[in-house]
């Protein structure tokens, strides 16, 4: 049974009434944001790592520009969202601490490595495909700061993909190795890729309750059926062929079909088993311990103009 204010609350939400901070929340809406919102924040956090690692040998100086600001943009959407998730009362520290202990998620995509320059155009075409796929409905899901933070995130994530698709586009318009670099980079990312919108329906445990609150406006699977029939097309016009024997057109559906997906990698790479898992949260760690001066230096920066204001 809904008490009086769960049930005005769900109403609102029935009414596409924005949920704003001050608002009354059920407590468990403002767990599932906070743990939503924070997953996706440490995402943009972590997912820096595989890209950072190809700037210095990035094959030009305009490609080298390019993934540098791509790069610095993940670090914006991940202060976007860590200030989202502070406007619901957590503590951006803390939820980060949570994170470097292994102890909160990050996108199950970026525990993969980046072997080649190719990887960097197909994290651009099929990660970033994938994100603004999952992205675009988050811009009108029913906790305003959220779906407001969402709206510039995607505006540069659709920038992201073209760069990575141009990438792929000069690679496989180039010498029989670069294409062949284009395929073997495809051959590693699609899967992944694809598990990226999560477990199927019918494994999801978060979906019911997010879907009537409206935080999720569609299902893993339809996300990731969008991102199908999306992506085939693109990897034909590249030339490339999809790592599945079993994808086939569905004409009376209009829809790609694939085959089985390999859920037990999928919860392999979740539960910190995947490939870079532990390399990344080392990275992750270092840098935040070697940052310590210079948190340091800003908070007394910071106290000591405060001072100067009061006197
Ligand atoms: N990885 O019940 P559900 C980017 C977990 S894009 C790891 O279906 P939910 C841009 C899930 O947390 C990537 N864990 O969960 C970029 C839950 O575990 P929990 C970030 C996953 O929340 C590009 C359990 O499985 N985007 O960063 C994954 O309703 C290039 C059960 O799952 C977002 O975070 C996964 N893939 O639906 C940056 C988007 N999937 O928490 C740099 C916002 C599921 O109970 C370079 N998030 N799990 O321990 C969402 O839309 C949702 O949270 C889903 C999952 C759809 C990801």
């Known amino acids: 049974e809904l008490s009086a204010e769960e049930r005005a609350f769900q109403e609102a939400i029935d009414a596409d009434i924005k949920v704003e901070p001050r608002d009354w929340m059920p407590a468990a809406y403002r767990k599932t944001l906070t743990r939503q919102i924070a997953q996706h924040a440490h995402s943009e956090v972590v997912g820096m790592l595989p890209e950072g690692n190809w700037i210095s040998r990035a094959p030009s100086l305009k490609r080298k520009c390019v993934l540098l600001a791509k790069v610095q943009d993940e670090a914006g ?26 102890r ?22 099929l990660v970033d495909g994938a994100a603004i796929i999952n992205q675009i409905p988050l811009c009108r899901c029913s906790y305003g700061p959220y779906a407001r933070a969402m709206v510039r995130i995607c505006k540069e994530e659709s920038f992201h993909q073209r760069q990575g698709f141009d990438i792929m586009v000069s690679l496989c318009k180039g010498t029989p190795a670069q294409k062949q670099m284009a395929q073997d980079a495809l051959n590693r990312w699609w899967w992944p890729a694809v598990m990226m919108f999560g477990p199927p329906d019918g494994e999801s445990v978060h979906s019911a309750q997010s879907a009537a ?9 339809e996300l990731r059926q969008k991102f199908i ?45 995947g490939p870079c898992n532990v390399e990344r949260l080392a990275a992750r ?13 800003a908070l007394a920066h910071a106290a000591k103009r405060a001072k100067r204001s009061i006197g």
Do not use: C
């Not at 991940?78 to 520290?93: F, I, P």
């Not at 760690?285 to 230096?297: F, I, L, S, T, Y």
């Open 229 to 273: 029939d999306q992506t085939v097309p693109q990897a034909r016009h590249l030339g490339l062929t999809i790592p599945d024997a079993d994808l086939a057109f569905d004409a009376a559906s209009g829809h790609w079909r694939i085959g089985a997906i390999d859920w037990s990698e999928f919860y392999r790479v979740i539960k910190g088993e």
């Open 104 to 125: 909160m998620k990050y996108s199950s995509i970026f525990n993969y490595p980046t072997l080649s320059w190719a990887d960097i155009g197909t994290i651009g075409w």
């Open 285 to 297: 760690n270092k840098a935040w311990d070697e940052g310590a001066w210079v948190r340091e230096a």
């Open 213 to 221: 609150w409206k935080i999720k406006l569609f299902s893993n699977d």
């Open 77 to 102: 959407h991940a202060q976007y969202l860590y200030g989202a998730v502070e406007t619901l009362g957590a503590s951006r520290d803390a939820l980060y601490e949570d994170m470097l202990a292994g």
